[in-house]
């Protein structure tokens, strides 16, 4: 081979390009992105268009389906969900993988703006949903001070430090209380003095105002003239003039209301260990670095500690440690592997040097991947180091071929140039062929559609770009290496003749040269002399450093070598013996071919049969050391009843003794979570940290025996999802199931039946549905007659009740640079009894109007929420495993569904885990038939036969039957990498299968 040929004879230019490829990969290691998973582009949109005060019915048939409607002919589009809640619609637009996003959000705004929606609509809000959006960090904030202090410290230190760090997005405070000026209102006063609120709004309006005057001249200057109206203290409002009597006097807002600086209404609580505390939720900006950024984030904590000693900063979630465990591992695996790569070689070659070149032929093959890593823009994740890892053993497997054969010529008395040149080129077009075939096995991989293709895809080019570097670095740096003799001989004599030549051709004199290019010839000589002392140096430093080595390993191993001598010759023993056994069994096998077919064939069926009952499942899971408790109390109840429940439940974590810590958001903490569909008033969630992973079965056993004792209580346990399933957005459910149709009575009749049935298969857990008793609301019904009567319009007295409950937010207060909302509305007694307030009276042109006379009222129960996909109303029911696989409880689950009863148009689904397995399965088949046929092709070019790479397609699914039995005998699953182990497995078996029958091949020409 040419290139070979070339790297024997230029052994500098080969040692000076690989060093350059060296020091380019620490470059381009140091600036790679480390991350937990690829680069995804999810293929997800969320439309939340709000409609406040109007129940789940009006906003799906006013609001969700005229969206839905819109948004269904967008390219790409393939799968709309909804969720039509009390005053909030939820659009989820799916779209296929590897739709550009940024099209997809213009095309659905062109859309969204097409829409004929009610007037007090909000505009529709779009937002891309961004698994690795998630928080990278979640932290809780406490001190002595009050709840208000510490979130205004968090707001106005915290919040900004860690905003500034390159790298963060955003970092949100949950959970607290914030700060109100609430101005009271007495409705017998305001009816007796004719005002509304909307009329106290306005005037605290028009009076807390700052107004710019334009300027005036005064001799030769300008001056501006700003008139200053905002209030400087709370207690200004109360001398505020709302209007005037008709005997002159003043109507001001403290005859008429109370004025409050007090706190808003809470919606949420952050808690850790039953303490109550504000929540930081801490963001990176898209692309960025989660390991560094997360450093310094630590590193300003730190700081912001140091400078306030009073803070009680605690990590409670922290992203960048699950990716240094991952990468941890994955970094162990490669090092293991090299290892046992090193000593396999030590031991069957029971040659130094050999396996010395190979360990130096290995990391260069690693850090050069490292560099078209930098330039294809991936990252340092689970998924390409996943590659590294699973490519470990290949990328040594041409190494080791080119290796034998030089080593096989070094024997037979061949000179080391002529052996290395011999020796490669006799293997080299097998490597290159198995190497072929092994990228063509991993490059389809590529074409896999869905979640698995997207995740699987950095794994298969880093495993493509690490063999054809190990495959250029075999056949240019591995025989240049081997063709050279290292000058080990440490004898005095030796070295100093050594030395003494050198010193000899250093000084030797130029040969003669005519006299008028003397200045020239010297020039010249002079740089030579000085380049060639320089190589001198250097090669007595390397020689002197290897002799080191040497000598060290020399005195190192003394002890060792008759152990390492035993161990060679009991290895050559049994070596012997196998290959002998070997030998004997290969003669019979091939004088009995029809029964060895047979047997194989039998041996295949059985491994089949055994891997058809294999547990399936999408991804393993990890060993868990924290779960999370998803809660849901009546709907009736009020945020603090919610919170005395969650209580008595942390009080119960914390006194087993085996829990470190416990984090609670009880409601809405944070602004993000007011558009999820699943976080109310009465939900919470909590984070359960233990202090060992074997404590988290039994004490979820144990907190589910507990919770019994509330049936009233709807609750989810679930373990430390994956990384995979937890940042890539998969339901907190692991089965879940769709029921379609169209009436609500029905479906809801549906998954109550559906419910009942599956928490009688074993091993299912936590089985609820999404269809929750709806809260009880009172409809408040206009009396047209009366308003006709009157001629008042439903919009004025309809604003006038929503006044007086809700409030008006009629400006804010300034202080500090700081802005609070000023609210006004009924007085807390008047406004909690819709009795009290329906016997109030209206004002109307100088009179009262019983609001009794103009409105009537009924107590009513509707849903929740309706949710639908692709414009069809559906329900889900969702349940946890509880010691089995999802593959398992799959049969068992259709048998019940098939029990029930289904009216015409109804059906059930599956959805979730089990939707997404079986969709990366079909592509995962269809990606090793396309692998299958590439190989084909490639080996049919190498052999220039049809024959002999049909043998080898053939002895394909021999390969699979240790792979299958190995996971019955460890008791693993059949899931997603293990079937990406099983490709791997498939290029391993080609490459030996190619080797041999080269070889067999030769050695049929040469006559045997």
């Known amino acids: 081979m040419k290139i070979t040929k070339i790297s024997i004879q230029r052994p500098v230019t080969v040692t000076m390009f690989f060093l350059a490829i060296l020091l380019l990969g620490v470059v381009s290691l140091r600036q790679l992105s480390v991350d937990l998973l690829p ?9 939340i268009t709000q409609y406040p005060g109007v129940a789940p019915q009006e906003v799906e048939t006013l609001v969700t389906r005229p969206l839905e409607a819109s948004v269904s002919r967008i390219p790409g589009l393939r799968r709309v969900e909804s969720i039509s809640q009390e005053g909030l619609s939820i659009l989820s637009l799916e ?109 605290i309006d028009s009076f807390n105002r700052n107004l710019q005057g334009g300027t005036i001249r005064k001799g030769r200057f300008k001056y501006a003239i700003r008139v200053v109206g905002e209030f400087e203290e709370v207690k200004e409002l109360n001398s505020i003039v709302l209007k005037a009597t008709t005997q002159r006097g003043m109507v001001r807002l403290k005859d008429v209301a109370t004025v409050k600086d007090s706190i808003k209404e809470r919606e949420g609580i952050t808690r850790l260990n039953g303490e109550e505390s504000i929540g930081v939720l801490v963001r990176k900006e898209s692309g960025a ?92 994740n689970i998924m390409s180091l996943g590659g590294l890892a699973l490519g470990i053993g290949m990328l040594v497997d041409n190494s080791i071929v080119v290796s034998e054969s030089i080593f096989r010529h070094k024997i037979l008395g061949k000179p080391g140039i002529k052996a290395a040149y011999e020796g490669t080129r006799e293997v080299g077009m097998a490597v290159t062929a198995s190497t072929l075939t092994t990228v063509s096995v991993f490059l389809p991989i590529i074409y896999i559609h869905g979640l698995a293709g997207q995740l699987f895809k950095d794994q298969a080019l880093t495993v493509t770009f690490s063999l054809l570097a190990s495959l250029f670095v075999s056949l240019t740096l591995l025989p240049m290496l081997a063709s050279r003799e290292l000058p080990l001989d440490l004898s005095h004599e030796v070295s100093h003749q050594r030395m003494k030549d050198h010193w000899q051709k250093l000084i030797s004199q130029p040969s003669w040269k005519p006299v008028y290019l003397l200045p020239f010839t ?46 060679f010759q009991g290895y050559n023993r049994l070596y012997s013996y196998f290959a002998d056994w070997y030998h004997r069994f290969l003669v019979v096998a091939l004088q009995r071919k029809g029964r060895v077919l047979v047997i194989s064939f039998l041996i295949l069926a059985i491994t089949a049969m055994v891997g058809a ?41 914390i006194s087993s003794g085996k829990v470190k810590d416990v984090f609670s958001q009880i409601g809405v903490v944070s602004g993000m979570e007011a558009y999820n569909p699943e976080v109310s008033l009465n939900t919470s969630r909590l984070y359960v940290e233990l202090k060992h992973p074997r404590d988290v079965d039994p004490v979820l056993e144990n907190l589910r025996q507990w919770l019994e004792r509330w049936p009233e209580l709807r609750y989810s346990l679930v373990k430390e999802q994956s990384t995979l399933a937890q940042f890539l957005a998969f339901s907190t459910a692991e089965v879940g199931l769709k029921i379609k149709g169209d009436d609500l009575r029905i479906l809801g009749n549906l998954a109550q039946q559906l419910t009942t049935q599956l928490k009688e298969i074993p091993g299912i857990a936590d089985v609820r549905t999404n269809l929750r008793q709806g809260k009880p609301v009172y409809l408040v019904r206009i009396k047209s007659q009366a308003l006709e009567k009157y001629q008042i319009s439903p ?37 909690e009894d819709l009795d009290k307030i329906l016997n109030s009276s209206y004002p109307y042109q100088g009179t009262a109007i019983p609001l009794r006379d103009l409105v009537s009222y009924e107590l009513v129960e509707g849903p929740q929420e309706i949710r639908r996909e692709n414009q069809q109303r559906e329900v889900l029911v969702t349940a946890n495993l509880e010691g089995r696989k999802i593959s398992q409880v799959i049969p068992e689950i259709r048998n019940k569904m098939a029990e029930l009863d289904l009216p015409p148009k109804y059906r059930i689904e599956f959805g979730g885990e089990q939707e997404e397995m079986t969709r990366s399965f079909r592509s995962l088949i269809f990606a090793l038939s ?16 049809l024959i002999h790479p049909l043998i080898i397609i053939l002895a394909l699914p021999m390969g699979l039957v240790g792979a299958v039995w190995a996971l019955l005998i460890t008791g693993q699953t059949l899931n997603v990498i293990s079937v990406i182990g099983m490709v791997v497995l498939a290029g391993i078996v080609v490459n030996d299968a190619i080797v041999k029958i080269d070889y067999t091949n030769q050695l049929r020409r040469q006559g045997l």
């Open 522 to 567: 010297l020039v010249i000589w002079l740089g030579q002399k000085a380049l060639r002392l320089v190589y001198l140096l250097l090669d007595f430093i390397l020689s002197l450093f290897t002799q080191l080595i040497v000598l060290g390993s020399n005195y190192l191993f003394r002890p060792l070598k008759p152990v390492i001598h035993g161990l």
């Open 39 to 47: 680069n995804i582009n999810y293929p997800r949109l969320s439309v």
């Open 930 to 945: 396309l692998a299958a046929l590439l190989v084909y092709m490639i080996m049919a070019a190498q052999f220039e036969s």
């Open 613 to 653: 009952f294999l547990p399936r499942e999408l991804l393993p899971k990890p060993e868990a050391q924290s779960f999370e408790i998803n809660l849901e109390t009546p709907v009736d109840y009020s945020l603090e009843q919610t919170a005395q429940v969650v209580g008595l439940i942390e009080n119960w974590l």
């Open 289 to 380: 670095n989660t390991v560094k950024v997360t450093q310094v984030v630590h590193r300003v904590l730190d700081e912001i500690r140091q400078e306030n000693p009073e803070l009680n900063i605690f990590v409670v979630y922290e992203q960048a440690r699950y990716i240094r465990n991952a990468i941890s591992s994955v970094v162990k695996s490669i090092l293991f592997g090299a290892l046992l790569a090193f000593l396999v070689l030590l031991i069957f070659l029971q040659d130094v040097k050999t396996p010395v070149i190979i360990a130096t032929v290995f990391p260069i093959s690693v850090i050069a991947t490292f560099n078209i890593l930098y330039f294809q823009n991936i990252t340092l």
């Open 95 to 203: 779209f296929s993988w590897g739709t550009d996003m940024d099209f997809a959000l213009l095309h659905t705004r062109e859309k969204l703006d097409n829409v004929l929606l009610p007037e007090d609509v909000d505009e529709p809000t779009i937002i891309p949903l961004d698994p690795q959006s998630r928080p990278i960090l979640i932290l809780s904030v406490s001190a002595p001070e009050s709840l208000l202090e510490i979130k205004e410290l968090c707001e106005e230190l915290i919040k900004p430090r860690l905003e500034q760090i390159e790298g963060v997005g955003s970092a949100e405070i949950a959970g607290g209380v914030e700060r109100e000026i609430q101005v009271e209102v007495h409705p017998e006063l305001m009816a007796l003095y004719q005002l509304t609120i909307d009329e106290i709004a306005q005037k």
């Open 795 to 831: 919009a004025v007295v309809s604003s006038y009740l929503v006044n007086a409950i809700r409030g008006r937010i009629a400006s804010q207060f300034n202080e500090l640079d700081k802005k609070y909302d000023i609210r006004v509305r009924w007085d807390e007694k008047q406004r």
